[in-house]
């Protein structure tokens, strides 16, 4: 239990679209709510979009409402998010995480989650 690993990451031109995927074991896919973080260099850790177990719950950084979408395949115990029309200011490392936010106001905060992947870089360029 814990591991969670991402990938999808890479290069693109601003206006582009990347999906990342975070594969996970049963166990968490089934008892945690999952999100998406990313890091710039130089910047803190911010929480970016989060999806409920059952996937009927949703939320979003203002700043990626309307062109990120997170979802889930649990399936598949895969945890996606779309990112499209990315900008310069979406550079960074993008991390999977796991957790039980015990309220709405933190849902994306970073104390919330307990596990976590290594993360997988994306670097938009103009």
């Known amino acids: 239990m814990g591991q969670l690993v991402e990938s999808g990451g890479g290069s693109v031109q601003a206006g582009g679209s990347l999906r990342l995927s975070c594969i996970m074991s049963t166990d968490i896919l089934s008892a945690y709510w999952v999100a998406w973080f990313r890091q710039a260099p130089g910047k803190e850790r911010e929480g970016v979009a989060g999806i409920s177990i059952r996937g009927t719950s949703t939320s979003y950084a203002d700043s990626v409402k309307g062109r990120f979408t997170i979802s889930r395949d649990n399936a598949k115990n895969v945890v996606y998010l779309q990112m499209d029309s990315l900008k310069i200011e979406d550079t960074g490392k993008y991390y999977c995480?796991?957790?039980?936010?015990?309220?709405?106001?933190?849902?994306?905060?970073?104390?919330?989650?307990?596990?976590w992947g290594q993360g997988t870089q994306v670097t938009v360029s103009s």
């Open positions: 995480a796991a957790g039980r936010p015990r309220g709405a106001e933190v849902l994306l905060t970073r104390e919330s989650f307990t596990y």
